[in-house]
């Protein structure tokens, strides 16, 4: 089993729709939980951080927490093409070095 | 403030070689970690320096090595490169060894022929 798992997609959404990310984690000790995006040949940077279970809302990005389920997902509200990218979960374990273990990724296509 | 920087952007190498990439952590960021990036795939922990010492490293061989200078700056060394070794090499500083946001620097591209 990957440590971190994420459908590698293409998922398509229509332009102002809602795309949701899904994310399952191993290692129930997990601390931290990162969505990175990515645009193609570009390194990944950071759009939400998440600690504790439930809903973390910046802007229109939703980060969900469910520590019982190892799940976490994105929510993007009104979708815009300038968010086709690859997002990828990663995840952080207590103490020690902060090794960042990071998902496949799932590729998001915003259709116009 | 500055962010995190690395070269070169490009590089093209053959089996066999040796190679050294750079990077130039954030400012006051004393923390870096390096990456390996593969096409279609996740970033891979290679390892981790805070205080110019090593304190954790991923399923890499020793042939990966690395260095952090008093200034912050670090080098990936890859000894012996193999095909398999061409992937992007992300650096990501961040403020303490327990700070949960590494920022990534723009990458190497390692191509090995």
């Known amino acids: 089993q990957k440590e971190v798992e994420q459908n590698s997609g293409p998922l398509s959404v229509p332009e102002g729709a809602i795309a949701s990310l899904n994310c399952t984690y191993s290692?129930?000790?997990?601390?931290?939980f990162f969505w990175y995006r990515q645009y193609s040949g570009k390194s990944p940077e950071l759009i939400m951080s998440i600690y504790s279970n439930g809903d973390k809302e910046d802007g229109r990005f939703t980060a969900q927490l469910n520590k019982a389920s190892q799940y976490v997902s994105l929510l993007i509200r009104d979708s815009q093409p300038s968010d086709s990218a690859t997002y990828l979960c990663a995840v952080t374990p207590v103490g020690g070095y902060q090794k960042v273990t990071f998902g496949t990724g799932t590729k998001l296509q915003v259709i116009p | 403030e500055t962010g995190v920087t690395q070269s070169p952007t490009h590089l093209i190498k053959t089996r066999g070689q040796q190679v050294t990439l750079r990077c130039s952590s954030q400012?006051?960021?004393?923390?870096v970690s390096w990456y390996q990036q593969a096409l279609g795939q996740g970033p891979q922990f290679i390892f981790q320096y805070y205080r110019e010492e090593e304190n954790g490293r991923g399923n890499f061989p020793p042939r990966f090595s690395g260095l952090q200078f008093p200034n912050y700056s670090s080098e990936l060394n890859v000894n012996a490169l193999e095909l398999d070794d061409s992937a992007l090499y992300l650096c990501a500083s961040s403020l303490e060894s327990m700070d949960p946001h590494p920022y990534f620097g723009p990458g190497t591209r390692l191509t090995v022929l």
């Open positions: 400012s006051g960021h004393n923390t």
């Open positions: 290692d129930r000790v997990s601390q931290s």
